[in-house]
């Protein structure tokens, strides 16, 4: 309980209190925490003491918060390697965790300058243009934007690709098996629509990767820019002498 004799503030006894009783496995991945109200009421604590304890947890990657929903606790941060080309589906299946996609938009789009640069063509080629919110046991991961070069592939986005994967379409589909990649990694901070669709604050850290993916004879077909969640994602290379 916290001590109120204690010159410890209370947020952070109750940060600690919570934080113990995580990493006992009094609650598990995927599993609500006490409301803001409940956890005033048992520990006898204003409602910012309890904000600022959770947002401590927040911070360190306990636990997540969802709009309308509620405040869970994280599942392990996910590492990532960058040594091949994964699909997320595959990637969190071979975890043991049960991946979801949803469609956010899909449609048919000119390119602009930067995008035409990455995939070789001419400004306002026409791309097939799909974002997609990727999640792990519901829980949101990343958001993924794709630009193809659609005269590769000619009515694409006819597919569901909220139960179909894109690449495995692609090869079965167009014959287009992508071989390699070259990526950019950075950090950024969530704009106010990815930290919506994330389920994170405004300015919450994101691993920005951007792609572009190569078929045979060094043909540049997608171009995909990659939100993932900072505090669900490390990405790992191993370096040899």
Known sequence: ??????????????YELLRAEILRGAWRPGDMLPTENALLEQHRVSRSTVRQ??????TEGLIY?????????????????????ISFTEDMQRRGMEPRTEVLSAG????????????????GEE???????????????SVEESYLVHRYCP?????????????R????????????ARQTIRAVNAPRTLAAQLGVRVNAA??????????????????????????????YNELRD
Not at 132 to 140: G, H, M, S, V, Y
Not at 169 to 180: C, I, K, P, S
């Open 53 to 58: 304890a959770l947002d401590l947890l927040v």
């Open 206 to 235: 994101l691993l920005q990767i951007e792609r572009v993916s190569y078929a045979a004879q060094d043909t540049p077909v997608e171009f995909i820019r990659f939100h993932h969640r900072g505090d669900r994602y490390t990405l």
């Open 108 to 123: 048919l789009t000119p390119a602009s300058e930067d995008i035409a640069r990455r995939l070789q063509v001419e400004p």
């Open 65 to 85: 918060r969802q709009r309308g929903r509620g405040t869970f606790v994280s599942h392990p941060t996910i590492e990532q390697a960058l040594t091949r080309i």
């Open 169 to 180: 379409a692609l090869e079965a589909r167009y014959g287009l098996r992508l071989v390699y």
């Open 127 to 141: 791309m097939a243009h799909l974002v997609r919110l990727r999640l792990a046991d519901n829980e949101p991961m």
């Open 1 to 14: 309980m916290i001590r109120r004799e204690s010159k410890i503030p209370y947020y952070h006894q109750l």
């Open 155 to 167: 009515g694409v986005l006819d597919d569901d690709y909220s139960q179909k994967p894109l690449r």
